[in-house]
């Protein structure tokens, strides 16, 4: 079992930034592939960004070159840089941890764009 736990989110006028936490609780941490996905108002949830075991990354196209998505092994942690942020980056952010096909999700945190 694998505890996440979000945070960083806000209200944030378009154009700034603001970046994403999560704390996982596990000590294998490093083996899992980690993902950020958003979830808007009457909208699908949707993969924003992921980073696997080995550094790997994976954007999405709505956000590449404004999200960035890193992690750091040694606190347990992973975190989603994300600037020049747009009102259509409105959502609930999640953070997830995939390992062996068994994914574990976070409660989200709101991102709210807008001026």
């Known amino acids: 079992q694998v505890q996440l736990v979000e945070s960083g989110g806000g209200l944030v006028q378009p154009g700034g930034s603001l970046r994403l936490s999560c704390a996982a609780s596990?000590?294998?941490?490093?083996?899992?592939?980690m993902g950020w996905y958003r979830q808007a108002p009457g909208k699908q949830r949707e993969l924003v960004a992921s980073?696997?075991?080995?550094?790997?990354?994976n954007t999405a196209d709505s956000v590449k070159g404004r999200f960035t998505i890193s992690r750091d092994n040694a606190k347990n942690m992973v975190y989603l840089q994300m600037d020049s942020l747009k009102p259509e980056d409105t959502a609930v952010y999640y953070c997830?941890?995939?390992?062996?096909?068994?994914?574990?999700w976070g409660q989200g945190t709101q991102v709210t764009v807008s001026s």
């Open positions: 997830k941890a995939g390992y062996v096909g068994i994914n574990y």
């Open positions: 980073i696997t075991s080995g550094g790997i990354t």
């Open positions: 596990s000590r294998i941490f490093s083996t899992y592939t």
